[in-house]
């Protein structure tokens, strides 16, 4: 397998040119410039970026599900969060290869609860009603080969008790699965907290007292933004979570009415407004990497998923969502660069 380098980019952060060897499906070296005479596409007045995860995705929503992973991967998404789908949906995941898919299955809600009365109706939610149940069915989630437990908690519905929901997410931690909560009001918010989950699915829309505030961020609970989906609603709950020590990952909620496949240019753009600086901006898409379990930075050995954006995107965070070069497993997806 010849040797390919990407040359004369900048790396985030880096005032330096980097350059990168690609070989096969991974990145072999990293070096300043490629050495004399290699293959090398020349990519000067371009940042050089890992491709991007996103941290909340619902691929099963969409038709045609290998449609769908193939225009995230040519938008730059090399890994998702799958953070709710039915069950027997979930094996095709595998399918999506070269696309990353971390999964939490089913929603975990209450009889009748979010989302099995709307949207969600046609397997995307498992109802519980008792602590035996919600111990069966994180079980049952677990043996699906899920790194999520995600629980339902929506005032327009009945929603779990906290005994129950507790005892969903000990058993999740006991199994090694962190839990994730779709709660949006400040009360749902707050049983959520008590439960013991690990990451908010949606940056919070109703005003949150400062205390629980307080509390999320001490306890560095991980927020996924979706602030586009929600009309930036969530914005200032973002903010102030996020100064209190609350950690952001990126995510867009796909499969949402008005999202589409790719870096979503609106979610940079409310995140820059959530007083997130260019720089933050990036260190949110790497906390979506860490939350599907991927390493999501460039790194000898790592699998070459990159892109190249214009330098200008470090003054305007939206043009992230428009790479000039997508190479996903070392592939060309997008644009010019393959130095073939
Ligand atoms: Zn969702």
Do not use: C
């Amino acid at each position: 397998m010849p040797v390919f380098w990407i040359a004369g980019a900048r790396s985030a952060g880096q005032q330096a040119d980097v350059a990168v060897a690609l070989e096969g499906s991974r990145i072999v070296e990293i070096a300043s410039r490629p050495p004399r005479g290699a293959r090398a596409f020349e990519a000067s007045g371009q940042l050089l970026l890992p491709a991007f995860t996103d941290a909340h995705v619902h691929l099963a929503i969409a038709g045609d599900m290998r449609a769908e992973s193939e225009a995230l991967l040519r938008g730059g998404v090399a890994a998702v969060l799958d953070l709710g789908a039915p069950e027997p949906l979930v094996p095709s995941f595998r399918d999506l290869d070269p696309l990353q898919v971390a999964f939490a299955g089913p929603l975990l809600t209450a009889p009748r609860g979010y989302p099995t009365q709307s949207w969600g109706a046609n397997g995307y939610g498992l109802e519980i009603a008792t602590e035996e149940e919600a111990r069966h069915a994180v079980a049952r989630v677990a043996a699906l080969g899920a790194r999520f437990v995600k629980l339902a908690l929506d005032a327009r519905f009945p929603v779990l008790d906290a005994s129950i929901a507790r005892a969903a997410a000990d058993e999740a931690h006991r199994r090694g699965l962190l839990v994730a909560v779709h709660a949006l009001d400040p009360e749902l918010v707050r049983l959520a907290v008590d439960a013991g989950v690990d990451v908010l699915a949606h940056a919070p829309t109703g005003a949150l007292p400062d205390a629980l505030v307080q509390e999320i961020g001490a306890r560095r609970l991980r927020v996924i933004s979706t602030l586009h989906a929600y009309g930036g609603e969530g914005i200032e709950n973002l903010r102030l979570l996020r100064e209190a020590g609350a950690i952001v990952a990126y995510g867009t909620d796909l499969g949402n009415e008005g999202t589409s496949p790719g870096i979503d240019a609106e979610e940079l753009s409310l995140l820059a407004a959530a007083g997130l600086s260019f720089d933050a901006i990036l260190e949110a898409v790497h906390e979506a990497a860490l939350l599907a379990g991927i390493e999501g930075t460039i790194a000898p050995d790592a699998r070459a998923d990159l892109l190249l954006v214009p330098e200008e995107a470090i003054a305007q965070p939206a043009l992230l969502a428009r790479p000039t070069s997508v190479w996903i497993a070392g592939a060309l997806m997008r644009g010019a660069g393959s130095g073939a």
